[in-house]
């Protein structure tokens, strides 16, 4: 399981999400890109900055709301502690 968190091209949103499989989930945000009935379609939130592996489902679930009640902030830091260039997270190429 993964807890995973986008951001938009300026930067200005942040996604939290929930995955078991998450390059299927990064491909169904990008997909749903232009869907403005969705958030990440409305605020164009498909750029990875960051991502963490959880033993479970109840423990991501737990992580996903524990991140969700951060400030911004905090949610900065995170980001900036793992990713600190804020460049889109490839996957295939990130040597983290």
């Given amino acids: 399981m ?3 968190i ?3 091209p300026t930067k200005t949103t942040l996604y939290l999400g929930v ?3 998450l390059n299927r989930r990064l ?3 990008s997909s749903g890109r232009g869907d403005a009935n969705k ?3 409305k605020y164009q939130t498909d750029l990875l900055m960051y991502f963490e592996i959880c033993l479970d489902a109840t423990q991501a679930i737990a992580r996903e709301k524990q991140l969700k009640g951060w400030t911004r902030r905090k949610k900065d830091a995170l980001i900036n502690a793992f990713n600190p260039t804020w460049e889109a997270i490839d996957l295939e190429t990130w040597a983290g």
Avoid: A, I
């Fill in 6 to 8: 986008l951001t938009n």
């Fill in 19 to 21: 995955t078991s499989d």
């Fill in 27 to 29: 491909y169904e945000h």
């Fill in 39 to 41: 958030f990440s379609g």
């Fill in 2 to 4: 993964y807890v995973y």
